[in-house]
């Protein structure tokens, strides 16, 4: 079956830090894959996805690159910011019969991430 | 616009009781689905539908039924509810097209006592 995996945290990081959060997935054919991001007291709303082999998803100074070879989704930040902290969810979206996913998605266990000033 | 709204907020119920969590969107979305979050596990589906009429099982479907008599709204059962049901409930919409961004609503969080 498909699957995410995403590193343990918490993850505690002062401002202006480097950011990496890794996810691997295990899914047949060419899911597309997201992370998500949920504030405190908030719903999920999406980060950045992409959907084939070798894309590039970007937002707000975070990257993630699909990588095929290696079944993975790493979240990156060069510089985070309070503003940051955080619960982060990779995600993916399986490739179903007749080309379409019904809007099932398969989750990671999500990483909180806290940045001090 | 409104996007996908859950009602309630918070919920506290008895051992065996049942209710009904509302989710309603605005979008014209084909698909809706609801998960339950709990600590460590992500999030986890439970039902999902692909349009007014079509619902199936996801995950974790026990002690849980949905209907989609429309295509904006899709409530959650829960029949007799258990402490294992103690959760915090997402419910998510989307454009049918597995490249597309789900949309979710701001959750419910209920405890089971």
């Known amino acids: 079956g498909n699957s995410v995996t995403q590193m343990e945290g918490p993850v505690t990081l002062s401002e202006e830090a480097f950011l990496t959060i890794n996810c691997t997935y295990t899914a047949t054919g060419y899911p597309s894959l997201f992370w998500y991001v949920q504030y405190p007291g908030e719903g999920l709303q999406l980060l950045l996805k992409?959907?084939?082999?070798?894309d590039k998803g970007s937002n707000k100074g975070f990257e993630a690159t699909y990588r095929k070879e290696t079944t993975s989704f790493h979240l990156e930040k060069g510089s985070v910011q309070v503003s940051d902290s955080a619960v982060y969810f990779c995600?993916?979206?399986?490739?179903?019969?007749?080309?379409?996913?019904?809007?099932?998605?398969?989750f990671g266990q999500g990483t909180i991430l806290t940045v001090h000033p | 616009n409104a996007g996908v709204t859950q009602t309630p907020k918070f919920q506290v119920l008895k051992t065996g009781q049942s209710m009904t969590l509302q989710c309603a969107q605005d979008m014209n979305h084909e698909y809706m689905s609801w998960y339950r979050q709990d600590p460590g596990m992500g999030l986890r589906l439970i039902h999902y539908s692909v349009g007014a009429g079509i619902t199936d099982q996801g995950e974790v479907p026990n002690g849980y039924n949905v209907s989609r008599s429309t295509t904006e709204d899709f409530p959650l059962r829960l029949l007799s509810a258990a402490p294992s049901q103690t959760s915090v409930y997402f419910c998510a919409s989307s454009y049918a097209n597995m490249n597309t961004e789900a949309f979710f609503g701001q959750g419910t969080r209920l405890t089971v006592v």
């Open positions: 995600a993916l979206s399986p490739l179903q019969a007749g080309g379409t996913s019904y809007g099932k998605l398969t």
């Open positions: 992409a959907t084939k082999a070798d």
